[in-house]
């Protein structure tokens, strides 16, 4: 008989499955489900985005993992222009197929089996599962003294943060670099969220930014998505940005293990990165649904906390998730509870923003 464990085995149980009793009361309301428990786009994608993808359509051989000579060029341009990132060049940038197997990838590709990966303490699950995958160790820690004496393979921060949408700010992101340096940690930003900034007297900076790192990015990876800024979840397309070294390590790895982004997806990401207006149109989009939602929870008696930036808004009623969400759901509004993030989600929920306009209005009717 065979004595291996199945790798599933190890992971936690996929969160969205706890959701099937609260899901099927939010769908036998009257006027169907609201479903704000995820954050994938309902939005087209912009006209000149779905062009590029469709003009290279024909494209018959394998695309190259590095990404094209214009590709990367529209992601160091577009870094620097959206983001203050300066000093990136192209050999320091690398497609990737979409944030979500580049994050569950990524330890396993640093080979940092039996090594220690420090998470945020309310955290994307995906930094927990590519740890496990990986074969390592996970610590939840928002406070670099909560790491103790043994040095991490990686530490992952999240700024806008999901679920809470939280910013951290420039002193925080300063004293994390140095802190990385002194020891010669590499740090993981996942910065998906950075171009959905809701406050602009708290600005979210990107670790790349020289104000963070002073123009120093040794052993710093920034973690890029397409897939919220311009809806293009379905292209999985996404990038990685930082140190040239570990770009060019975690290029080299995913070169053996055919880690390619398709050809005509690399021509959507150009144009999607080349044209802004698209992407601020959609930032527009959001903002007119964030502040429709937000008013209506609160008048609903919610309190938000944080949600300064992204695409969610953290809510609590001052109990316990489960019972936020189950009274949510009698309202045909489906929500995720904040425990699948971590403990110190235990009395809030994640709302998303990602639902049509028509959506939106109704679950600010039935908050009403």
């Known amino acids: 008989m065979s004595t291996r464990t199945p790798l599933s085995s190890i992971l936690p149980d996929f969160p ?45 051989g394998y695309p190259q993992t590095i990404g094209t000579p214009r590709l990367r060029k529209a992601i160091v341009d577009s870094c620097e222009r959206r983001y203050h990132m300066s000093g990136l060049s192209e050999d320091a940038v690398l497609p990737v197929i979409g944030t979500k197997e580049a994050i569950a990838s990524l330890p ?108 120093d990015h040794r052993n710093l990876i920034a973690i890029h998505s397409l897939s919220k800024t311009s809806n293009l979840a379905s292209y999985r397309a996404g990038f990685f940005a930082g140190d040239p070294q570990l770009i060019a390590e975690l290029r080299e790895v995913r070169k053996h293990a055919g880690l390619m982004v398709p050809g005509p997806i690399q021509a959507a990401m150009t144009v999607a990165l080349e044209e802004d207006q698209q992407e601020l149109s959609q930032k527009t989009v959001y903002a007119a649904r ?17 949600s300064d930036a992204g695409l969610y808004l953290w809510a609590t009623r001052g109990e316990d998730a489960d019972e936020t969400v189950n009274w949510l759901a009698e309202r045909g509004i489906l929500v995720a509870p904040g425990h699948f993030y ?12 990602t639902a049509s306009d028509a959506d939106i209005e109704r679950a600010v009717q039935r908050l009403g």
């Open 16 to 60: 969205w499955d706890h959701l099937d009793a609260a899901k099927a009361t939010a769908e036998a309301h009257p006027e169907g489900i609201v479903n704000l428990s995820i954050g994938t786009p309902v939005d087209e994608v912009a006209p000149g985005i779905q062009l590029a993808l469709a003009e290279n359509a024909a494209a018959p």
């Open 290 to 306: 964030r502040a429709k939602l937000m008013g209506a929870l609160i008048k609903a008696g919610f309190q938000i906390d944080y």
């Open 342 to 353: 971590g403990p110190r989600g235990k009395q809030h929920v994640r709302i998303a923003l």
């Open 108 to 215: 396993s590709l640093l080979n940092l089996r039996d090594t220690l990966i420090v998470i945020p303490e309310l955290a994307y699950p995906t930094y927990e599962v590519g740890a496990l995958m990986a074969g390592s160790r996970v610590l939840r820690a928002d406070s670099l003294t909560q790491i103790g004496p043994e040095t991490p393979g990686v530490v992952f921060i999240n700024s806008p943060a999901n679920p809470s949408g939280k910013v951290l700010g420039l002193a925080h992101l300063r004293k994390v670099v140095e802190w990385a340096r002194q020891r010669d940690v590499i740090i993981a930003s996942d910065e998906c969220y950075l171009g959905l900034n809701w406050d602009d007297e708290n600005p979210a900076y990107s670790i790349l930014d020289p104000e963070v790192c002073d123009g």
